[in-house]
């Protein structure tokens, strides 16, 4: 199966007919607490497992799509026209065209993250979340968010989970076109949830988590036992969420995360996303736990750490980590 | 089966009568390539898998035993003596019950060690296989190496390779008694063989290996794929120690011991040995690798690395590691 017939099919007939001259659509980043690491179909991204994340409301991305008047499709970034050969041109040409009305029409694309990239939250997951909603108001398709979970994760597996606020699960699905792997938005709230960025490295990684996955899957043995970790992971993290256990979900995603680099660790060349000042900032997130403040951490395909505490911890956080960038993802 | 039956059936008769008034004997460290991570028998340190190791030559433990004119076992360390209930002395005593005359006898033990402890070298290693000897000698029983191996393991797991100078492979065995557990010399003699010690960290780790590989083998769902990794590890190592190919050697040291690192890491709760020196150290051995230089690393249960390469290297080794201490375990 190919993206262009899941398009097909998902849109059954409505037509990519421009229905005005530009829409707009924003979506929030997310940080998954339950990580998505594996794909069972490399061009579909659809994963191995299911994994559960948190939004982060305002810190997303905006998009805004046009027809451009030029021969290829123009795309800027944060204001800046992006030249076509880098990497988010090129992935977002690439998903453009499985909703292109004809092969001669070029698209403008203007993205613009209110995320802070440097902050090591991923901008990708909000950018085509954002981007399968703007093609939706262009076009004028009208899907729920469902579908456009299902268009948005053709761009990038993590950005079926950013569709929603709140506490997301993306069920991984087993249909073959992947119908069923889409990303639906728990009853919880926590409004005293926050997450934490501490920015310990701005500098892009040097193996992006396509392809750390893709390795991790086809050379560690200990893949094999990953889709089980995961599922006994979520349930505990479901039970912790269901429960408001701050101690349990923290310590659930800590494992988790470190889990998943694990998988990287024992592949084949090894994979080490840790800098030094990673381990400083776990060894002082734990620290700090033995100290009695309730902080955790998450770690993604990369050298930032994230922080995991609630509102009344705040000021003890800031204590410990006074560079750190705090998101409320349930306060508007 | 308890360690004690397992004398029993190891001296075969031969009785625990002093034939002299002391008795010395020489055990030199040794370092794992390919790891030993996991207990099938906790009593009398029986491994899940095999391992293979480098012995140290004059680095190691000398250890000298005669009959001491007290109520209870004396212990010295580097010329200074122990507190009866530090870890070096209750293991030692709890491994000379196995060989006591009588109850009322009691040891004077003398250890000192070449090996620097405080470069990660692990001295218990040497320190049990010397001890082993040096009973040998005391009580006159003329046991061969394999025997000495396995009541060297008794005290600690792998002791039982520091009975041999060279390469040394510890067959796991599957005997109940252990028996069969013992460790060999391997022909292959390597020597432009070299190990660096780099100390980044002197102080003793917090969670020591015995509680380390209990939490893994518990814990670590990841552990399952362990054994198989080590067979194909250790299969590919021994060729490349059969071919000379310090290369292959190197990349597979470095993988085994990132994966049981990787084992570490998804154990609950997470165990993490690396400090941010750690990370840096690996990180610039990375680093020289690129730059052409043949070296490469492996690490235990604790933050310290070992440097892995060939003679002909070491003068650029030192240029990006000065502080590296040096072992030639083929020169004497």
Redesign the interface.
Known sequence: MTPRQVVERLLAGRPCTPRGTAAAAYAPANIALIKYWGKRDEALNLPVTNSLSVSLGPLGSHVELARADASADRVWLNGGELAPDTSFARRASAWLDLVRPAPDFAFALHARNTVPTAAGFASSASGFAALAKAADAFFGWRLCTRQLSILARLGSGSAARSLEDGFVQWQAGTAEDGMDSFAVRLEEEWPAFRVGALVLCATEKPIGSRDGMRRSVETC??Y??WP??VEMDLTALRAALFRRDMAVLG?VA??NA??M???M??A???L?Y???????A??RVWAAREAGIGVWFTMDAGPNVKLLFLAEEEERVRGVFPDVDVVAPFVR
């Not at 840790?274 to 400083?280: G, S, Y």
């Open positions: 043995g200990f094999r036992e089980g970790r310590t800590e494992g470190l889990a680099h694990a998988l660790l024992a084949r060349p090894p080490v840790a800098l030094p000042e990673t381990v400083a776990i060894r």
